[in-house]
Nanobody
Framework: QVQPIESGGGLVQVGGSLRVSCAASEGTFTNYRLGWFRQAPGKEREFVAAISRTGGVIDYADSVKGRFTISRDNAKNTVSLQMNSLKPEDTAVYYC????????????????WGQGTQVTVSS
């Protein structure tokens, strides 16, 4: 088992940048596919980005392509999401998730979830 814990959320202005990170408080991320999801008020949790175990395969939601970058450091047991050119519609709680088998955007394929970190983009 693994327990993700997110950090790095906050308030940023439109067009700004923010980096959120996720560490494993229990276990190791090495054998897990990792993903970032987000949930805005009144909306369902949606896929943002995913990264394979080695980092060799990456996928993004169309809404964040070219602005967000997912990366992982297996030696440090972390995964990060660099967010640039932020927009008000990026405001949400961002969740880190881990899957032992599945890679991709299917939310229910992830077994382990963090508590989330709030990202607010102000205009």
């Amino acid at each position: 088992q693994v327990q993700p814990i997110e950090s790095g959320g906050g308030l940023v202005q439109v067009g700004g940048s923010l980096r959120v990170s996720c560490a494993a408080s229990e276990g190791t991320f090495t054998n897990y596919r990792l993903g970032w999801f987000r949930q805005a008020p009144g909306k369902e949790r949606e896929f943002v980005a995913a990264i394979s175990r080695t980092g060799g395969v990456i996928d993004y939601a169309d809404s964040v392509k070219g602005r967000f970058t997912i990366s992982r450091d297996n030696a440090k047991n972390t995964v990060s999401l660099q967010m640039n050119s932020l927009k008000p519609e990026d405001t949400a709680v961002y969740y880190c998730a881990a899957s032992p088998r599945m890679f991709g955007s299917y939310r229910d394929g992830y077994n382990y979830w963090g508590q989330g970190t709030q990202v607010t983009v102000s205009s």
